[in-house]
């Protein structure tokens, strides 16, 4: 069975998770801007990750407008953000909004935790963020989960954790 680890990675830390998943499994890992469409047919097994910003799944359109071909293959998505992974109700929004029913149905969605350094930010995360941080310091009946935001909002932090990959490379090595 071939396998194919595609990322589509804005500051570094999908890219890493990919990288690793491939070097457990024997694949490769390729950037999504370097695969065409058209060449997901030769692969048995895809596995996707994507950077998540706005509750959006950066580049999983590859998956998306493509899944018609792709129905006799293995396909696992995996995301990259600072919300914790055991956050499931939120992620099933997530899931929701970047996905179909269908292809929720046929596809497993694995989160993992990453990093922000804030330094690296572009300019428009960085006002991004102002934006959050000024709405969320308004308001004064923020959960536990507010508070958490709102401290992410002015510091680097880095939550990456290579042992987070072993559910997704369990699934291919069954």
Known sequence: MNTIVIYKSKYGSTKQYAEWIAEELGCSATNAKDIKAAELEKYDNIIFGGGMYSESI???????????????KKVVIFTVGLTDPGHKKYYKSVADRNLSPEIQSRVKIFNLPGRMIMEDLSFVHRKELGVLK??????????EDGK?????CDNSNDFMDKDAIAPIVAEFKK
């Not at 950066?58 to 792709?70: A, E, R």
């Not at 000024?134 to 959960?143: Q, V």
């Open 58 to 72: 950066d580049g999983v359109s590859l998956i998306t407008k493509n899944f018609d071909k792709l129905n006799d």
């Open 134 to 143: 000024a709405i969320l310091s308004k308001k004064t009946d923020l959960s």
């Open 148 to 152: 958490l935001l709102l401290e992410l």
